[in-house]
T-cell receptor
Framework: QKEVEQDPGPLSVPEGAIVSLNCTYS??????FMWYRQYSRKGPELLMY????GNKEDGRFTAQVDKSSKYISLFIRDSQPSDSATYLC??????????FGAGTTVTVRA | DAEITQSPRHKITETGRQVTLACHQT?????MFWYRQDLGHGLRLIHY???????NKGEVSDGYSVSRSNTEDLPLTLESAASSQTSVYFC??????????????FGPGTRLTVL
C-alpha cells in the first residue's frame, strides 16, 4: 500500500465548476501538507501549504486537512481553462523529504 | 533571480552506458532532492542531500548515485543505464540560510530515454 493515495483521474469539468481533489495517507507523523500544480512538461510549483489540521483559503483555492481521518482536500472554485494541469498532493513530517500522491490530471473545458 | 536549472533537458542513451544528469541551484539552499516521475506513480524520491558531503538514499535509489561537493550542485549518475530508468527526472531544493524549509522549488526536468 502506498503511503499517499491519490486518484489519478483524469477529471474533466466545464468552466466555472468546482473542482474537488483529495488524498488519503497512512503515516500519522505527517504534519505539513501541500498541493503542487504541474503544467504539461514543466516542474511542479507550490500552490497551497498547510500545517496540521484545518482550512486555508487563497483566492479561488481552498485546502482542507483532516488529520483524524488522514484525509486532505483541495477545492478550486470558478474553475478556469488555465487551471488545467496535474495537481499533486504532498506531505512530510519534521524531516524535509516529501511524499507525493500520484497526481490528478484536471481539464477545464471552455 | 535565483533559480534551479537542469541539464540536459532531453537525453537518449543506450542500455549499459553511464549517464550523469546535472542540477544547479542559486537559491543557496541546504537541501537538494532528485525525483523520478512516471505515469501512475507521481514523484518518487531517488536520493537527497541536506548539505555538502551529505547524501542519502530515497525509496528508489538502486542503480543511481549522487555526490554533493558544493552547495549549488547535486549531479545524479546512472551507473549502468537500464530501460526501466526511462523517465522524467526532477531536481528540487529547499531550506534557505534563514532556516525556511517551507517549499521545495523544482527544476524544469530532464526527459531521459534508455534504448
Amino acid at each position: 500500500q502506498k503511503e499517499v493515495e491519490q486518484d489519478p483521474g483524469p477529471l474533466s469539468v466545464p468552466e466555472g465548476a468546482i473542482v474537488s481533489l483529495n488524498c488519503t495517507y497512512s503515516n500519522s507523523a505527517f504534519q505539513y501538507f501541500m498541493w503542487y500544480r504541474q503544467y504539461s512538461r514543466k516542474g511542479p510549483e507550490l500552490l497551497m501549504y498547510t500545517y496540521s489540521s484545518g482550512n486555508k483559503e487563497d483566492g479561488r483555492f481552498t485546502a482542507q486537512v483532516d488529520k483524524s481521518s488522514k484525509y486532505i482536500s483541495l477545492f478550486i472554485r470558478d474553475s478556469q481553462p488555465s487551471d488545467s494541469a496535474t495537481y499533486l498532493c504532498a506531505m512530510r513530517s519534521h524531516d524535509y523529504k516529501l511524499s507525493f500522491g500520484a497526481g490528478t490530471t484536471v481539464t477545464v473545458r471552455a | 533571480d535565483a533559480e534551479i536549472t537542469q541539464s540536459p533537458r532531453h537525453k537518449i542513451t543506450e542500455t549499459g552506458r553511464q549517464v550523469t544528469l546535472a542540477c544547479h541551484q542559486t537559491w543557496n539552499h541546504n537541501n537538494m532532492f532528485w525525483y523520478r516521475q512516471d505515469l501512475g506513480h507521481g514523484l518518487r524520491l531517488i536520493h537527497y542531500s541536506y548539505g555538502v558531503h551529505d547524501t542519502n538514499k530515497g525509496e528508489v535509489s538502486d542503480g543511481y548515485s549522487v555526490s554533493r561537493s558544493n552547495t549549488e550542485d547535486l549531479p545524479l549518475t546512472l551507473e549502468s543505464a537500464a530501460s526501466s530508468q526511462t523517465s522524467v527526472y526532477f531536481c528540487a531544493s529547499s531550506g534557505d540560510p534563514t532556516g525556511n524549509v517551507r517549499e521545495q522549488f523544482f527544476g524544469p526536468g530532464t526527459r531521459l530515454t534508455v534504448l
